[in-house]
């Protein structure tokens, strides 16, 4: 499947002499959209193959992964549990648009303390989930692994190859191993870290031999699920200046963050750059709950 590159129209880049093209990955598929479809794409054919009917991931109170991978439960068959971080929410996940969905697509939750998820990719941890819930096809959480990759290899597409610079969020890293395997060696990538910290170029590493990547660390806002009053001003902005709506944990930060350095002329005249939407938009209205608790501005749907 192909997505459609979208050109963004805006004074800055006229100015800067820089040409910026948005690949539309957020409209593949209306609930499992951007690099989750990637990402699941080779991992249902595998649970498939294996003959399994369950399948069992992990995230967090607004994961875009466990919505998506709700709906693909239910699109292609499998029973799905979601080992969800966060035991208080237990009690209150009705309330939560993001766990309302998943459940209303079938999947099973597990809720787990903050310390018992730091320890989930332990053979005792999954051992334990076996034995409560019997065989299934086992997705680390963000959905990376080695299908992942293989998924996330299938956006960049050859007609991309005039590009100069390709740009990517990054969460878990499975998007722009992808990306990168898939690149051109005349091509940079260039990845906007949700997270804090550095730690994510090992996990890259894992999935990728090539070296024209790196990592821009001053645009995560604070961490991930941080988030602004001038994040949430951007955003609504270049949704009415583009169309192109972005969210506020991955979408919305990467594009601050190239519009940014395209200012301070971090990019030479000329230079083609092309921006992988990789979807989430579903997590805009938990977010926007979020911001009203705290008297921001709200994000525009």
């Given at each position: 499947?192909?997505s459609?590159?979208?050109?963004v129209?805006?004074?800055?880049?006229?100015?800067k002499k820089?040409?910026l093209?948005?690949?539309r990955?957020?409209?593949?598929?209306?609930f499992?959209?951007?690099?989750?479809?990637r990402?699941?794409?080779?991992?249902?054919?595998?649970?498939?193959?294996?003959?399994?009917?369950?399948?069992?991931?992990?995230?967090?109170?607004?994961?875009n992964?466990i919505?998506?991978t709700?709906?693909a439960?239910?699109?292609?068959?499998?029973?799905?549990?979601?080992?969800?971080?966060?035991?208080?929410?237990?009690?209150?996940?009705?309330?939560?648009?993001?766990?309302?969905?998943a459940?209303?697509?079938?999947?099973?939750?597990?809720?787990v303390?903050?310390?018992?998820?730091?320890?989930k990719?332990e053979?005792?941890?999954i051992?334990?989930?076996?034995?409560?819930?019997?065989?299934?096809y086992?997705?680390p959480e963000?959905?990376t692994?080695?299908f992942?990759?293989?998924?996330?290899?299938?956006i960049?597409?050859?007609?991309?190859?005039?590009?100069?610079v390709?740009?990517?969020?990054?969460?878990?890293?499975?998007?722009?191993?992808?990306?990168?395997?898939?690149?051109k060696d005349?091509?940079?990538?260039?990845?906007?870290?949700?997270?804090?910290?550095d730690?994510?170029?090992k996990?890259?590493?894992?999935?990728?031999a090539?070296?024209?990547?790196?990592?821009e660390?001053n645009?995560?806002?604070?961490?991930?699920?941080?988030?602004s009053?001038?994040l949430?001003?951007?955003i609504?902005?270049?949704?009415?200046n583009?169309?192109?709506p972005?969210d506020?944990?991955y979408?919305?930060k990467?594009?601050?963050?190239?519009?940014?350095?395209?200012?301070?002329?971090h990019?030479?005249?000329?230079?083609?750059?092309?921006?992988?939407?990789?979807?989430?938009?579903?997590?805009?209205?938990?977010?926007?709950?979020v911001?009203?608790?705290?008297?921001?501005?709200?994000?525009e749907?």
């Amino acid at each position: 499947m192909v997505s459609r590159n979208q050109k963004v129209e805006l004074p800055i880049l006229k100015d800067k002499k820089v040409t910026l093209y948005m690949k539309r990955e957020d409209q593949l598929h209306p609930f499992i959209s951007g690099n989750k479809f990637r990402k699941l794409k080779y991992n249902i054919e595998a649970a498939k193959k294996a003959g399994l009917k369950t399948i069992l991931t992990y995230g967090g109170a607004y994961s875009n992964h466990i919505a998506a991978t709700a709906f693909a439960g239910k699109e292609y068959g499998f029973n799905t549990i979601g080992i969800i971080r966060g035991e208080e929410l237990a009690q209150k996940w009705q309330e939560n648009p993001t766990l309302r969905f998943a459940h209303a697509n079938g999947m099973q939750f597990k809720f787990v303390t903050r310390e018992a998820y730091r320890v989930k990719e332990e053979a005792g941890a999954i051992g334990s989930l076996e034995k409560e819930f019997g065989l299934f096809y086992r997705i680390p959480e963000g959905g990376t692994n080695q299908f992942a990759v293989q998924g996330c290899e299938e956006i960049v597409r050859a007609g991309d190859s005039d590009f100069d610079v390709v740009i990517t969020c990054v969460g878990t890293g499975g998007t722009i191993s992808g990306i990168i395997n898939s690149s051109k060696d005349h091509q940079v990538i260039i990845g906007f870290p949700a997270l804090k910290g550095d730690f994510l170029k090992k996990d890259i590493c894992k999935f990728t031999a090539k070296s024209n990547w790196d990592l821009e660390t001053n645009y995560n806002f604070g961490g991930y699920g941080k988030i602004s009053k001038e994040l949430i001003v951007f955003i609504n902005d270049f949704k009415k200046n583009t169309a192109i709506p972005l969210d506020p944990i991955y979408t919305g930060k990467m594009m601050f963050g190239v519009v940014d350095m395209i200012a301070k002329n971090h990019f030479k005249e000329g230079t083609k750059i092309l921006a992988i939407h990789t979807g989430g938009l579903q997590g805009i209205t938990g977010m926007n709950k979020v911001l009203k608790n705290k008297n921001l501005p709200l994000l525009e749907l």
